[in-house]
């Protein structure tokens, strides 16, 4: 066995430690799981809905509490993590609410008169693996539907948040789901690539890194499961000349700082027409000016720290190798102190096509600028990327702009609003972005089997 460190990346202190489970450990819950689904799918939705309504409720009755947690692992500001666990109530009010018009039967005529229909039933134990910048939010918006569907739930959390995921399955025994629905297995990669050999595990939801993505997505192939994947974001935020820049520049800093930048769906890319680019740039800058470093804890802190202070090496170095690429740095760029996770925010400019801060995600507050002639340019370096998860497009032309969101290769495009995922909203990628859907109807539709019956 080993050793999980729950560790607060603002102090640098460990908080707690945890032993990994043993092999007879895992063997014990995942039969355990397979046991429960038997049952499980089989209790009706109403009494589904009115278990997951009461996690909703345990939720938000506890929101100080669940939030300061998040904030203590991962150094998200306080005001952001409570937000977090609001959102996590909603999916779960959304899909009680909603789970039984989703899986209703579809009723089918044939053109001989004949009738058929779909039938939407639960595939059995489906294994989570989860990252660290929304530890509960990526769970939840995984479990909500899941359970709600029939399914049951195996969490593989990131290892540096292991006290969120013990707590997200108190949450659903404290809401009353029976023993075995939801489990939270402290675990490393290799035993996570081993459950996936397990013939009780039916299928694999991922969030994660394009590498964690391709080893998952390779076992469960191997292993003939069903796999979703959403992986890592580049996303555009194209600001035409005919935008209201004021708004525009105000929501980039936003979207570019949103969880300190380290959000899939964060927007990175800001590409701009060169009509406005000056202005825009300054009014980013002067609005990326006035946000507040401090402690996490504080109602009054904007920003803080990353999660881990490799993660802050790693993008410092990605900014240092763009600038010797011949990158600009008009904002920050210092190189943050040794074994810590804060870090300076950071706008670059003139980004050159060979550097990393062109082609690769930038998981973090760096915010890099592109100056385009015209709004067919922009479509062109919006799409010059592997990813493809998010993008928005600023404009007073509404008709104009809903003809370009077609032009981008993404799984969603924002007009003049803010890329954010939401319970009713399909949400997921193409590209290296992955694969699937979650939330909507959609993400309920991931994990079951989808049957056909013909009536003759």
């Given at each position: 066995?080993?050793?999980?460190?729950?560790?607060?990346?603002?102090?640098?202190?460990?908080?707690?430690?945890?032993?990994?489970?043993?092999?007879?450990?895992?063997?014990?819950?995942?039969?355990?799981?397979?046991?429960?689904?038997?049952?499980?799918?089989?209790?009706?939705?109403?009494?589904?809905?009115?278990?997951?309504?009461?996690?909703?409720?345990?939720?938000?009755?506890?929101?100080?509490?669940?939030?300061?947690?998040?904030?203590?692992?991962?150094?998200?500001?306080?005001?952001?993590?409570?937000?977090?666990?609001?959102?996590?109530?909603?999916?779960?009010?959304?899909?009680?609410?909603?789970?039984?018009?989703?899986?209703?039967?579809?009723?089918?005529?044939?053109?001989?008169?004949?009738?058929?229909?779909?039938?939407?039933?639960?595939?059995?134990?489906?294994?989570?693996?989860?990252?660290?910048?929304?530890?509960?939010?990526?769970?939840?918006?995984?479990?909500?539907?899941?359970?709600?569907?029939?399914?049951?739930?195996?969490?593989?959390?990131?290892?540096?948040?292991?006290?969120?995921?013990?707590?997200?399955?108190?949450?659903?025994?404290?809401?009353?789901?029976?023993?075995?629905?939801?489990?939270?297995?402290?675990?490393?990669?290799?035993?996570?690539?081993?459950?996936?050999?397990?013939?009780?595990?039916?299928?694999?939801?991922?969030?994660?890194?394009?590498?964690?993505?391709?080893?998952?997505?390779?076992?469960?192939?191997?292993?003939?499961?069903?796999?979703?994947?959403?992986?890592?974001?580049?996303?555009?935020?194209?600001?035409?000349?005919?935008?209201?820049?004021?708004?525009?520049?105000?929501?980039?800093?936003?979207?570019?700082?949103?969880?300190?930048?380290?959000?899939?769906?964060?927007?990175?890319?800001?590409?701009?027409?060169?009509?406005?680019?000056?202005?825009?740039?300054?009014?980013?800058?002067?609005?990326?000016?006035?946000?507040k470093f401090g402690d996490p804890m504080k109602e009054d802190s904007d920003y803080a720290c990353m999660a881990r202070p490799d993660l802050a090496e790693e993008l410092y170095e990605q900014a240092q190798k763009s600038v010797k690429k011949g990158a600009g740095i008009l904002v920050g760029g210092q190189k943050p102190k040794e074994g810590s996770a804060e870090f300076t925010p950071t706008i670059l400019t003139d980004i050159?096509?060979?550097?990393?801060?062109?082609?690769?995600?930038?998981?973090?507050?760096?915010?890099?600028?592109?100056?385009?002639?015209?709004?067919?340019?922009?479509?062109?370096?919006?799409?010059?990327?592997?990813?493809?998860?998010?993008?928005?497009?600023?404009?007073?032309?509404?008709?104009?702009?809903?003809?370009?969101?077609?032009?981008?290769?993404?799984?969603?495009?924002?007009?003049?609003?803010?890329?954010?995922?939401?319970?009713?909203?399909?949400?997921?990628?193409?590209?290296?972005?992955?694969?699937?859907?979650?939330?909507?109807?959609?993400?309920?539709?991931?994990?079951?089997?989808?049957?056909?019956?013909?009536?003759?």
């Amino acid at each position: 066995m080993n050793e999980i460190q729950s560790l607060n990346p603002w102090t640098g202190k460990v908080l707690k430690e945890f032993s990994t489970l043993s092999p007879k450990e895992i063997e014990v819950k995942t039969a355990e799981s397979a046991k429960t689904f038997q049952a499980w799918k089989n209790v009706p939705i109403a009494e589904r809905s009115e278990l997951m309504k009461k996690a909703g409720e345990i939720l938000r009755q506890n929101k100080e509490e669940y939030a300061r947690l998040i904030t203590l692992e991962m150094g998200k500001i306080i005001r952001e993590s409570r937000a977090e666990i609001e959102k996590c109530a909603w999916a779960c009010d959304f899909y009680a609410e909603n789970a039984e018009e989703f899986l209703a039967p579809e009723k089918i005529s044939l053109p001989d008169g004949k009738k058929a229909k779909i039938i939407h039933q639960p595939l059995g134990a489906i294994l989570a693996v989860m990252p660290w910048n929304f530890p509960f939010w990526q769970v939840f918006r995984f479990a909500a539907p899941t359970l709600m569907a029939g399914n049951v739930g195996i969490l593989k959390h990131a290892s540096n948040v292991p006290q969120c995921a013990l707590a997200i399955e108190s949450i659903f025994r404290k809401a009353g789901f029976p023993e075995g629905v939801f489990q939270s297995f402290l675990i490393d990669t290799d035993a996570t690539l081993a459950l996936l050999e397990d013939d009780r595990i039916k299928a694999v939801s991922l969030t994660g890194s394009e590498k964690a993505g391709a080893a998952v997505a390779s076992a469960a192939g191997k292993n003939i499961k069903k796999a979703l994947l959403e992986l890592g974001g580049s996303d555009p935020f194209i600001v035409l000349a005919d935008a209201d820049i004021a708004k525009a520049a105000e929501t980039a800093v936003k979207a570019r700082m949103v969880n300190f930048g380290q959000s899939c769906i964060a927007g990175k890319r800001f590409i701009i027409e060169e009509s406005v680019y000056d202005v825009f740039l300054e009014k980013f800058k002067e609005n990326l000016s006035q946000l507040k470093f401090g402690d996490p804890m504080k109602e009054d802190s904007d920003y803080a720290c990353m999660a881990r202070p490799d993660l802050a090496e790693e993008l410092y170095e990605q900014a240092q190798k763009s600038v010797k690429k011949g990158a600009g740095i008009l904002v920050g760029g210092q190189k943050p102190k040794e074994g810590s996770a804060e870090f300076t925010p950071t706008i670059l400019t003139d980004i050159p096509k060979n550097s990393p801060a062109f082609s690769e995600e930038l998981f973090g507050p760096v915010a890099t600028i592109f100056k385009v002639k015209n709004a067919a340019e922009a479509i062109e370096v919006a799409n010059a990327t592997e990813f493809g998860l998010g993008a928005s497009i600023w404009t007073s032309d509404l008709t104009r702009g809903e003809a370009l969101t077609a032009e981008i290769e993404s799984g969603a495009v924002f007009l003049n609003a803010i890329v954010a995922s939401q319970p009713a909203l399909p949400f997921g990628g193409i590209k290296k972005s992955g694969f699937g859907r979650e939330l909507g109807r959609m993400g309920i539709l991931e994990f079951v089997n989808s049957k056909t019956v013909y009536l003759g």
